[in-house]
């Protein structure tokens, strides 16, 4: 894949999204609050048909929409002045929404807020059948670190999160590989577990013995300071520089890490793994592992124009979610082919690949979520 | 200071508040994007009289407003349907506040989000001539980490957050006293770090050698689990298990804690002080440190009641807001008498006490953050 056919695809998954008709026409009265609710609301509420129904009260409105999935749905006032209505079934996982109140754009009270879509706003998490994977359990916790570290090409004090695996405190003497974990455009480093549950992710995976503890660090990207007309120009190096030459030098200083390449790997999604690419491309010499989350893939051409790429790199991971790639097919011209096709001639050339489809979700954080699953298994072994 | 007349005062300062009258009747135009604004936005702004102004666009509305300080003020709609205005000044600091538009209360899209007054809503900073004291400065930072540990009495999974000072990965053999530090009423364990900066506090203060380097622990209080109707029959038992047997013993475990009574300290706001006395004076053998931030104080009655604590308890740490002060003023009768003059007669029975005032600022962070200023100079020394 080319990377001006990766950029329109981006664009058109980013800003399009992926709406599908709902079939049903009666709603199934068996609404719960979410689990990303405020401590002690009601609402919003989901149903099995993954519906989301919300409620504020707003006596003095005219208009009261909920708008999800790119759809606004219109909300019915009672006679209290309590506005109340519901979506079309949405897929399994987590959705970024907005209500709109007699023109104005603004947060659910009701919910808990997330960084998405360049403003912190409402999300709501619709239970997902594989929801164990990433479920809170009484299992031994890692810990999320707010890290502060100066950046001089920036000038800037910046902010990382490092999730330490559960018995990094009780092992002083141990030494950890890393995952340079990197959110979507619109997000921040905030993403990762406010809304992929990362951490308990990776506490399960290891509770189970399924991954070996590793470290995750997650920054911000850099990504929304991309002007999009500008996208096509668009240039890793500021970023490059703050991740490579001063976030990785200070964690390798402030964490007990195993530092050499073998024991690095870098993940994306969207424009984070455009980002996974660009840089673990410039740095084989940094990186062994690279995990592309709906954000493009390695091409042949990569292989055969990047020399050492065949002999260092120990994994290339490409995961979509099933809507993205149905969603290709019928934009096929934009896509340089079929990603499945294009990542199995890249194994043929020699590099170990693993593709992956979560099933039934579109540009999302539930593909995302179950991508991350899925390479943290084969890191580091 | 009697429970009951501590507890009338509670619900005074949280429930009404302390409003005072605006003089100036200008507004100087030198409003500028406030430091707590959501990446990007102008609005909400401050400017140097401390009068808040914001802006949104909600041009099917009838009518808007700003809410804070207990004050609301309306905006006024442009031709393009954008609203803006502004309230009286405000006292420097942190304040909560929330838009009406049409009768719906909703948070400001244009700011970040804290968690108080039991919900995550719109926050904004007022510059304060003290800000120095908690700015984000190029001085070696400590980690503030989200934990989760299991709570075996309430059967739960619970979070704490824990600051950990700038050597602590550096110097691996050393061990460090502890802090255990309460929010309030109607907040959580993420205001300590949010609202109250306390990493950053803690941060500048060691960079300046003012501090020795101590772990502080911020977990929830429970407190919002309290119906108002029965706070006179508080009981402090569900917490101080929490708190005491399950966390602290997780704390010792999973950190490098100096785990003895000389270094351990408690401290808390408002409700978070009320149970800092009770935790503190039912565990003499745990906590050798008390503070007590618009909490209450100490009695002349507790310290002659309690067997030891003239001999255990290093320092009791009393600060108030002196506007919260003043109002105790034209309140008397409920306070059984001047904080300043009880925590004297504390200090003649024996007991090392430290009686602290922040100028021009009520009931909010603004004389939190200034009290754990003042306190952890005094810590562990």
């Known amino acids: 894949?080319?990377?001006?056919?990766?950029?329109?695809?981006?664009?058109?998954?980013?800003?399009?999204?992926?709406?599908?008709?709902p079939k049903a026409q009666t709603v199934?009265?068996?609404?719960?609050?979410?689990?990303?609710?405020?401590?002690?609301?009601?609402?919003?509420?989901?149903?099995s048909e993954g519906r989301v129904r919300v409620q504020i009260k707003a006596p003095e409105a005219k208009r009261v929409q909920l708008d999800i999935g790119a759809v606004k749905y219109d909300l019915v006032k009672d006679t209290a002045g309590i506005w109340t209505g519901e979506s079309a079934p949405q897929d399994e996982g987590f959705h970024y929404y907005q209500l709109w109140i007699d023109g104005a754009a603004v947060p659910d009270p009701g919910s808990l807020y997330f960084y998405g879509a360049m403003r912190w706003g409402s999300g709501i998490e619709v239970p997902a059948h594989d929801q164990n994977i990433y479920a809170l359990k009484n299992v031994p916790h890692g810990q999320v670190r707010q890290i502060l570290f100066f950046s001089e090409s920036t000038n800037t004090i910046r902010r990382a999160f490092v999730y330490t695996p559960p018995d990094y405190e009780n092992n002083?003497?141990?030494?950890?590989?890393?995952?340079?974990?990197?959110?979507?455009f619109g997000e921040d480093e905030t993403g990762w577990t406010n809304q992929g549950k990362a951490h308990l992710i990776m506490d399960n995976l290891?509770?189970?013995?399924?991954?070996?503890p590793f470290i995750i660090v997650m920054t911000y990207g850099m990504t929304n300071e991309i002007e999009f007309g500008g996208l096509r120009n668009f240039d890793i190096k500021p970023f490059q520089t703050v991740l490579v030459d001063e976030l990785i030098p200070y964690i390798d200083k402030n964490f007990r890490t195993l530092s050499d390449q073998p024991n690095r790997a870098m993940a994306g999604l969207s424009m984070g793994g455009f980002e996974t690419r660009l840089i673990t491309l410039n740095n084989l010499d940094k990186f062994a592992y690279i995990g592309l989350f709906s954000g493009g893939t390695i091409s042949v051409e990569d292989v055969r124009n990047t020399p050492g790429l065949k002999q260092k790199?120990?994994?290339?991971?490409?995961?979509?979610?099933?809507?993205?790639l149905d969603s290709m097919k019928t934009n096929a011209r934009n896509f340089g082919g079929n990603l499945k096709d294009i990542t199995d001639a890249v194994a043929k050339e020699g590099l170990n690949t693993h593709f992956y489809v979560s099933p039934n979700t579109a540009h999302e954080w539930q593909s995302w979520r179950r991508s991350l699953y899925e390479f943290a298994q084969l890191l580091f072994k």
Not at 28 to 44: A, H, I, L, W
Not at 172 to 184: F, I
Not at 206 to 212: D, H, L, Q, T, V
């Open 206 to 212: 290891i509770a189970e013995g399924k991954a070996k």
């Open 313 to 324: 790199v120990k994994l290339v991971f490409v995961g979509y979610g099933s809507r993205e």
């Open 1 to 21: 894949m080319q990377q001006k056919q990766l950029i329109n695809w981006l664009m058109i998954l980013l800003f399009n999204g992926i709406c599908f008709t």
């Open 172 to 184: 002083l003497n141990k030494r950890y590989p890393v995952l340079y974990l990197q959110h979507g």
């Open 28 to 47: 199934v009265e068996d609404f719960k609050p979410s689990s990303t609710n405020q401590p002690g609301r009601d609402y919003p509420m989901v149903n």
